[in-house]
């Protein structure tokens, strides 16, 4: 996809107060899986008030790999972070399939993170006690109880077994985490984040701690899974190399959005 | 579903918060424990108790004279009460001394006299099987038995304490003492009456040439006579079996002394074999006796003019039959019923070892009921020895027949006749309506002359300072568990620090915080439960093998875990009650959630941004 919407501190970016209406009405809303409007974040460091993001203005359009690179520390991770949903922003707002989510209550963001949207982590966050087929059943273990599980259980198994087959983990399923390597891990990782069918993928550096090679095996997957799955990707990395392999890579500098 | 799960997973892979409940396990079963035998030993005390004192009594507040004419009192009992009244009767309670000789001092017990009659006493309490005799046990009497007696504790079975000096008891025992004793008097005698004749220079002249002594004795009349053939060797006596044919004491009568022997037994004719002791070897006596007494009938009757010879068969009081001399030999004074405490100890072997046995006699003085009182003695002969295991009762009480101490004591109206009595044991049909009695009765009864009193009143102190210890090591065990759910606290706050990362993997999947909250509270709920369940088992089982582990534990250590001198009970008691069970548990698994509540809540509030920064 041509590199058309740009987004940029040019746009009108909604007020902080501007919570009442939808003035920054964008034409392609529809398109759009997930936007966001003025984001501010910042952390305090004792008295300081660290500023990170100062008004960052986002959309991605469904089955859209945009990838986010910045330097380290430059706030890349808590905008994903804001994105889904588990922090909140300072101010600005995020807004997912044209439903405004920042300021929902947590249960519904919740809900959110669960079913809608998947995330990736440099560090693949794999829960230790459980094996790996366990861990791709996590969330959907997460949105049902006990016999609500237990009544469709061959089906999320099925699915489950499916999605790690696509990963080529299918001879990994009883495997704890501590068993595989990095690669393999982040490939479960990528499977359960796929579990619950999300529009949006989340990935926080995950070729960040990879060899080259598997770094670009996992690109691979996640390209092809884009185009199978019709995923919308949101990668940041610091990496330039592995952010060419998005549709669109923007930069994060001094809180701010910029086109690469 | 994940909480099940994780929580599961947890349980199965941190064995550290295992650890931790341990401490759960060991409180809950040492609970179960004591409660256990606590609330055993709490029944069988108050079974005991029950036994030993009447369901309900009424006593006069009058303690030394008492109530005249028990048996209206116990119609009107049975009037006011009768249908919840099983049986009853009457008692005489009265302080007294008891005095007996050992190795020739005298000893001297404060005692609890009781008059009794023998015939319902067992009827309105547990009186006859905490008796020695098997026959005793049966049917009880007064009157000395021959042997017999049991040689280790009944209520023991194989295990009971060894008792072998009971194996004299009895009417053997008795005969024999007093032939040792008269003979080593007689060569006493005969010591010093060859001392003084030889001091006097003319010993050679009176004594006989066999070199035995001679005994001069009264007789009946007051004449005296001669004893003239030498008595058996005293060691012979007292170690060897005694072949019927050859009693060496009936031997040794001169025919005189037996035609006075039979003539004394024949004044009684009633009596006179009553007197024998049950035993084959008197028959031939007995019938000696009864032809004896057939012939002289008619020229004896003269003597029984008395009219206290013939009230009482039992009455063999030397000063009131005349021309009657108490052969301790063969006949006994009243008898008595001894508690086992007061009469016998322990040794270092655990053998009961006996300062005096059925078959000896003993002295009772105890205050006449007359106003004021004086001091009364009477000579006594023990039959049997009384063993409830409670050692207030065994160290205290003495039983004799109730119309001996009512006649000793003078309870009784010169021209009615009518006896007195201090109180009227009431054994009730349904235990459940001892206080409904009791009511009843202090009801119709006026409250100035009369105590009415269930057994429970009597022994409340007892049974509350029993259930006070029960709730006060309740309240301490209890301590260990809650001490314990400090130490799961712990832990779980280590837990949560160690899993952060996982909580905010969960949390980053959608995990609400109630999710990760309901995580660590189900496993503190499931590590309750694994340490309260193995509590529950462990102290089940423990209870369930008490007697054996303390058996175990007396094997190891060489001492007595259990000492049945010490407790009142061959066997631990024990006895489970659920309900208590059901508390020891919810209590404890209410500690282990409430342990885990606070690093559960920290865990839900944990902010998952900074649980996934680092890796």
């Not at chain 1, 080529?168 to 009883?174: D, E, F, I, P, T």
């Not at chain 2, 809950?28 to 709490?42: C, D, L, Q, R």
């Amino acid at each position: 996809m041509a590199k058309e919407k740009t987004l940029g501190p040019t746009r009108t970016a909604p007020s902080t107060n501007g919570h009442s209406g939808g003035p920054h009405v964008a034409p392609s809303r529809t398109q759009c899986a997930l936007e966001s409007f003025g984001l501010k974040k910042s952390y305090r460091r004792g008295k300081i008030e660290i500023p990170v993001l100062r008004g960052v203005n986002l959309q991605v359009r469904r089955s859209e790999f945009l990838a986010v690179v910045g330097q380290s520390g430059s706030g890349k991770s808590t905008l994903l972070h804001v994105l889904g949903t588990l922090d909140q922003p300072d101010g600005g707002e995020v807004w997912f399939a044209g439903r405004r989510v920042d300021n929902q209550p947590a249960r519904r963001r919740d809900a959110l993170r669960n079913r809608d949207l998947g995330m990736i982590f440099q560090f693949y966050h794999l829960l230790p006690e459980l094996s790996t087929l366990e861990n791709v059943l996590a969330p959907v273990m997460i949105a049902y109880g006990v016999f609500t599980y237990y009544l469709r259980r061959g089906e999320h198994v099925a699915r489950a077994k499916k999605l790690l087959d696509m990963v080529g983990l299918s001879h990994r399923l009883k495997h704890k985490p501590r068993e595989l390597s990095g690669g393999e891990m982040q490939r479960a990782a990528i499977a359960r984040a796929l579990v619950n069918r999300p529009q949006v993928l989340l990935a926080d550096e995950p070729t960040g701690n990879l060899d080259g090679e598997t770094g670009a095996e996992i690109m691979d997957l996640l390209v092809s899974l884009k185009a199978q799955e019709k995923l919308t990707i949101i990668m940041v990395t610091h990496d330039q190399a592995i952010a060419a392999r998005a549709d669109r890579v923007v930069r994060l500098v001094d809180g701010k959005l910029r086109a690469a | 579903m994940y909480k099940l799960l994780l929580c599961l997973r947890y349980v199965r892979t941190r064995y550290i918060a295992l650890a931790s409940i341990i401490s759960v396990t060991l409180g809950v079963a040492t609970m179960i424990v004591v409660n256990a035998v606590m609330s055993g030993f709490t029944e069988e005390m108050q079974e005991k108790i029950k036994g030993v004192l009447a369901d309900v009594s009424l006593e006069a507040r009058s303690v030394n004279q008492g109530f005249p004419d028990p048996d209206a009192h116990m119609r009107e009992i049975r009037r006011i009460a009768g249908d919840d009244i099983e049986s009853m009767t009457p008692t005489v309670y009265v302080p007294a001394m008891l005095n007996f000789e050992i190795n020739g001092r005298n000893v001297t017990r404060p005692v609890q006299l009781i008059g009794i009659d023998a015939r319902t006493k067992s009827q309105a309490s547990q009186f006859a099987e905490y008796l020695q005799h098997p026959e005793n046990r049966r049917q009880f009497s007064f009157a000395l038995r021959e042997n017999g007696y049991d040689l280790r504790d009944h209520t023991g079975g194989d295990e009971g304490i060894l008792r072998s000096g009971m194996e004299m008891a009895g009417w053997r025992w008795r005969r024999e003492r007093l032939r040792a004793e008269r003979e080593f008097r007689d060569q006493m005698d005969a010591i010093r009456r060859a001392e003084e004749e030889r001091s006097n220079g003319r010993a050679a002249q009176l004594l006989p040439e066999s070199g035995a002594p001679r005994v001069f004795r009264e007789g009946p009349a007051g004449e005296p006579f001669a004893r003239l053939e030498p008595l058996a060797g005293a060691s012979e006596l007292i170690t060897d079996e005694i072949a019927p044919e050859e009693d060496p004491y009936l031997s040794s009568l001169t025919s005189k002394e037996l035609t006075e022997l039979l003539k004394r037994l024949a004044d009684d004719a009633e009596l006179g074999s009553a007197h024998l002791p049950d035993d084959p070897r008197f028959d031939a006596l007995r019938n000696a006796v009864s032809e004896f007494s057939a012939m002289a009938r008619g020229s004896n009757a003269v003597e029984d003019d008395d009219p206290f010879k013939k009230k009482n068969p039992f009455d063999i009081d030397p000063s009131l039959g005349v021309g009657h001399t108490f052969d301790p030999m063969l006949e006994q004074h009243e008898g008595c019923v001894v508690g086992m405490g007061l009469l016998s100890f322990r040794d270092k072997n655990g053998e009961q070892q006996f300062l005096a046995l059925p078959g000896d006699d003993v002295q009772l003085t105890f205050p006449t009921a007359g106003n004021p009182p004086t001091a009364a003695t009477a000579q006594f002969t023990i039959v049997d020895l009384y063993e409830s295991k409670m050692s207030e009762y065994d160290s205290q009480f003495v039983f004799v027949p109730i119309e001996k101490l009512q006649e000793l004591r003078g309870m009784f109206e010169p021209q009615s006749g009518a006896t007195f009595v201090t109180s009227i044991q009431i054994k009730v049909k349904d235990e459940a309506k001892a206080e409904a009695v009791r009511d009843k009765l202090r009801a119709a009864f006026p409250e100035s002359q009369y105590h009415i009193v269930t057994w429970r009143d009597k022994q409340g102190a007892l049974l509350a300072a029993v259930s006070m210890e029960t709730m006060i090591l309740n309240v301490l065990l209890f301590l260990i568990i809650a001490v314990a759910g400090f130490g799961i606290l712990a832990i779980f706050f280590m837990i949560v620090v160690e899993k952060t990362k996982d909580i905010g993997i969960l949390k980053s999947l959608g995990a609400r915080n109630g999710g990760v909250m309901g995580i660590f509270l189900s496993y503190g709920l499931s590590l309750g439960l694994i340490g309260a369940g193995a509590g529950l088992v462990g102290g089940l089982l423990f209870v369930h093998y008490i007697n054996q582990i303390a058996k175990g534990l007396s094997w190891l250590t060489g001492q007595e875990v259990f000492d049945p001198a010490i407790y009142y009970f061959y066997e631990i008691p024990a006895r489970v009650e659920p309900a208590t069970i059901a508390w020891i548990v919810a209590g404890a698994l209410a500690i282990a959630v409430s342990a885990s509540v606070f690093p559960a809540l920290r865990a839900a509030r944990l902010n998952p941004v900074e649980a996934l920064r680092y890796g």
